[in-house]
């Protein structure tokens, strides 16, 4: 027990497995039901099957955002991809009469064309991350917004709605799906050199590449697997509300999704990666946002208390911030 | 000499062409394009975008970026509505007080990632959430404001008999002035620019690399609130989604206009024409009338990566000349 008490991975996810519990014992003192769980109809309801089901979108972009900020990179197109696979599963079930065991796979298939986009400027034309995926952000929605006319699509499909709204084994078919992708990654990262060349590249580019790491193909790897992720959630996020919503679905969940990353203990400059921590970073998230909603605070809230869980979070991972505690009369050196 | 000096003005330069080409063709294709008064709309209707994309050219130019531009701008739309409609404040008291607002702001975020040594990508990202989120937190809808009409009306600069420069415009030219003057003219403009291209040894030269990169921020904040009162005086009201996405615009416009994201080359006057093209793009899809609206979204990201890939272009031909 100490043994495992000791490793990195728990010595990273000691922080946000703390916040999660704080969050829940707040919980359990001031809301109503909150651990409380009923069996209906062979389902199970409660607040925390609720929390893993409305976070599932969140869990899928933080573990495609884990693996791209490993690389070094980030995703900020996470939103748009959703937004375009959505606007495609409306269009194909409302327009072309195609079975869904077809649609989701195009839906998919199109997310990874916009990961490989992504993956193609950062690996291949080695445009910095952030800017790459800045286009794809700006032009995502556009193109989403084209593909349904800016209107909003609505549907009535059972196997479609399945994705968002089904139940398997008496639990939300989107905990299926996020514990079968994290069982995805996890694999990848134990068990493939996948993994370990993806730490490579993040820890030192230069290094990985003159070891015959093929950097190029390691980042068009993973933009293109968070572009899948993303292409899920937006699947989950369409089929939940039963409608393509261009305009919102998705809107600042990129956002989250790396907050949910870098809350989990991966670090943005890259290297060793955590996708329990990530998953864990995401399930606080969304409890935080559905425990200021049970409160009665508005929603918007949330962004505030998202920016300063995310400063605070910086704050605590900087050496120069326990540089300036440990020693505070001290100027820094880079101070001119 | 001369040629190395081109060679760096190439982004600049195709950024120009692009921009000519785009209106004399718009000019010849649609009728009354060339007309005075759609130059003028060119820079009323996007003075908010200009003013903010001046700040943020100052912060990539020192080689960071600058996320919440827009939600700076709506915070201080909506706290300026508040202030002038509810409370009573006189406009004279308010201005100042919320552009004093979001200089804070913008320092402080400079503040974290400098002595922190946090990523000003995540920083500003953190704070495009406290802005938005304070801004909803105030109030969740728009309001009017009836008290500024008389300002605006003073501001404005007539041209000719039937034709004037509306106070919005002439804000944002005003600014652009005194921030081309700051960038090439002053010790702080050269430092901005060292910095931006090579910090360890603009620090080495002892340049005031701490000072002047809290200024920078503090500089983009005030140029957000800049623009979030310019938003208010253009729309007649206070509007907490004010500026939604427009960090992305205010970027591309930026790189549009030539300026490296890497940070230290650049020019204040290609940021003007970064927003020109992008007031063109948006009159021609109006003009041309059949065309869907979010044609503008998807050519701005095309557009954008067109110019990241000249940059990348010259950049690694600069790195092959010298090794």
């Known amino acids: 027990m100490t043994r495992v008490l000791q490793t990195t991975t728990w010595r990273k996810l000691r922080w946000p497995l703390l916040a999660l519990a704080l969050v829940f014992a707040f919980n359990l003192a001031f809301t109503r039901h909150f651990f409380e769980l009923t069996v209906r109809d062979g389902r199970v309801y409660g607040s925390v099957i609720d929390i893993l089901n409305r976070g599932a979108p969140r869990m899928l972009l933080a573990l495609g955002m884990t693996l791209v900020i490993a690389t070094g990179g980030v995703d900020l197109s996470v939103g748009a991809v959703m937004a375009i696979s959505g606007a495609c599963a409306a269009l194909l079930v409302t327009k072309s009469g195609l079975p869904v065991a077809a649609v989701i796979p195009i839906c998919l298939g199109v997310a990874l064309l916009a990961g490989l986009w992504n993956g193609l400027l950062v690996g291949f034309f080695q445009i910095p991350p952030i800017v790459a995926t800045l286009i794809l952000m700006v032009s995502g929605r556009g193109i989403a917004q084209l593909l349904t006319d800016g209107q909003i699509i609505t549907f009535e499909n059972r196997p479609l709605e399945f994705i968002g709204r089904g139940a398997f084994l008496g639990l939300p078919f989107t905990i299926t799906l996020v514990l079968i992708v994290f069982l995805i990654v996890l694999f990848a990262q134990r068990r493939t050199a996948a993994g370990l060349f993806i730490e490579a590249t993040g820890d030192n580019e230069t290094a990985s590449r003159y070891s015959a790491v093929n950097t190029r193909m390691v980042k068009l790897l993973v933009y293109s697997f968070c572009g899948v992720c993303a292409g899920i959630a937006g699947l989950i996020a369409t089929a939940d509300i039963k409608a393509a919503d261009t305009n919102n679905v998705g809107l600042w969940l990129e956002l989250d999704a790396i907050l949910a990353t870098v809350i989990g203990g991966t670090p943005l400059q890259g290297g060793r990666f955590y996708p329990a921590g990530s998953l864990i970073g995401a399930i606080l998230i969304q409890t935080l946002t559905t425990t200021i909603l049970t409160r009665g605070v508005p929603v918007e809230f949330t962004l505030v208390v998202n920016a300063l869980v995310i400063i605070a979070v910086c704050l605590l991972q900087s050496e120069e911030f326990w540089k300036l505690i440990a020693r505070p009369k001290r100027k820094p050196a880079t101070q001119a | ?89 006189p406009p004279v008291l308010a201005l100042p007080t919320v552009l004093a607002i979001g200089t804070l702001f913008g320092a402080g975020m400079g503040t974290l990632i400098h002595f922190y040594a946090l990523p000003p990508f995540l920083v500003t990202l953190a704070g495009m959430f406290l802005a938005r989120g304070a801004g909803f937190m105030l109030k969740l809808e728009s309001m009017p404001i009836t008290k500024f009409s008389g300002i605006v009306d003073a501001m404005a600069i007539p041209l000719g008999s039937r034709l004037e420069l509306p106070g919005t415009a002439s804000m944002f030219l005003v600014l652009l002035l005194i921030a081309l003057a700051v960038a090439h003219f002053t010790r702080f403009g050269r430092n901005v620019y060292a910095i931006g291209g090579n910090e360890p040894s603009a620090i080495l030269m002892g340049l005031p690399v701490a000072s002047t990169k809290v200024l920078v921020y503090a500089l983009s904040g005030f140029c957000s609130a800049l623009a979030g009162v310019v938003y208010t005086f253009y729309t007649s009201s206070g509007n907490p989604t004010a500026g939604t996405g427009l960090e992305l615009e205010a970027i591309a416009a930026v790189v549009i206009g030539g300026t490296l994201l890497s940070g230290g080359v650049g020019f204040l006057a290609g940021t003007l024409v970064g927003v020109l093209i992008f007031a063109m793009i948006q009159t021609i899809i109006t003009f041309q009338g059949n065309i869907n609206s979010w044609w503008t979204k998807i050519i701005i990201g095309l557009l954008l990566l067109v110019f990241i890939l000249l940059q990348k272009l010259i950049q690694s031909k600069k790195l092959r000349t010298h090794s």
């Open chain 2, 1 to 89: 000499m001369n040629l190395r000096l081109l060679k760096r003005n190439i982004p600049f330069l195709a950024t120009l062409t692009v921009c000519v080409l785009l209106y004399a063709i718009a000019g010849i294709r649609y009728e009354s394009f060339f007309s005075a008064r759609v130059f003028v709309n060119f820079l009323s209707d996007n003075a908010v975008l200009g003013i903010a994309a001046i700040g943020l050219t100052f912060v990539i130019l020192s080689g960071g970026i600058d996320l919440s531009v827009g939600s700076v701008i709506g915070f201080i739309s909506i706290t300026t509505a508040l202030l002038v409609e509810t409370r009573g404040v």
